[in-house]
């Protein structure tokens, strides 16, 4: 299977602790999601790769989060100083180079509970 | 302010029979396109079906087919013969062209197919 993997798939940590997510994205795919998803609500969008540059990040990235895609390849999501409110499915996702159409394929996600 | 509402947040079906999910969404932008995304329990999301928004003919793919009424920002998803295996979250999306990144999702219809 070559789709978008993601690991660990879940997550449980204390308040205050550091946790990081990796994201191996479709080897051939330039573009980098990375979305947060609550329960009961759609993905919300976090931040945005076009090979190893973070070209885009959404006011939902607070300073406590950091991303980075060393090489353009995978990706880490780091998150500093947890929150129960961090709580929630990270999804990660993968597109082609060309028109925002291209259809955006993502992978099962990390869950993270902060007790 | 650009939003995506799914007034239904829970539909029921029986195999075999037909099922319309509702979807509307505001953007000031003339230039997008719109998807429907299915998320099955623990699986992870998957496109089912996307519309350009400068195309008036009606996307279809097998069962599943999309009624897009841009003046009234409606695009609604009909799945028809509805089986087991379509038990899942369903989320209504846009991305703008030519540029866009980031999708904006709504908060999903939860759809349970029974025999």
């Known amino acids: ?115 | 302010a650009q939003t995506v509402t799914q007034s239904q947040p829970e539909m029921s079906v029986q195999e075999a029979e037909t099922v319309t999910l509702s979807c509307t969404y505001d953007t000031s932008e003339n230039n997008y396109y719109l998807f429907w995304y299915k998320q099955p329990p623990s699986r992870q999301m998957i496109l089912v079906i996307r519309q350009e928004a400068y195309k008036q003919q009606n996307a279809t793919e097998n069962r599943f087919s999309v009624n897009f009424q841009k003046a009234a920002k409606s695009f609604s998803l009909k799945i028809s013969d509805s089986q087991l295996g379509d038990t899942a979250m369903y989320f209504c999306a846009f991305i703008h062209l030519p540029a866009g990144t980031a999708l904006i999702f709504g908060k999903g219809t939860t759809l349970s197919v029974s025999s």
């Not at chain 1, 947060?36 to 607070?62: H, I, M, V």
């Not at chain 1, 947890?82 to 060309?98: H, I, K, R």
Request: net charge neutral; charged share 25%; proline share 4%.
């Open chain 1, 1 to 115: 299977d070559t789709g978008v993997s993601q690991d660990p798939r879940h997550k449980i940590t204390k308040r205050g602790q550091n946790v990081t997510f990796r994201c191996d994205p479709i080897s051939e795919h330039n573009r980098l999601y990375w979305y947060r998803q609550t329960l009961g609500q759609g993905p919300e969008f976090l931040t945005y790769f076009q090979n190893e540059a973070q070209l885009e990040k959404s006011r939902l990235l607070s300073d406590r989060f950091s991303a980075e895609r060393p090489k353009g390849s995978f990706s880490t999501l780091e998150i500093q100083r947890t929150e129960q409110g961090d709580s929630a499915m990270y999804l990660c996702a993968s597109s082609t180079t060309g028109q925002a159409g291209n259809e955006q394929f993502f992978g099962p996600g990390t869950r993270l509970t902060v007790l």
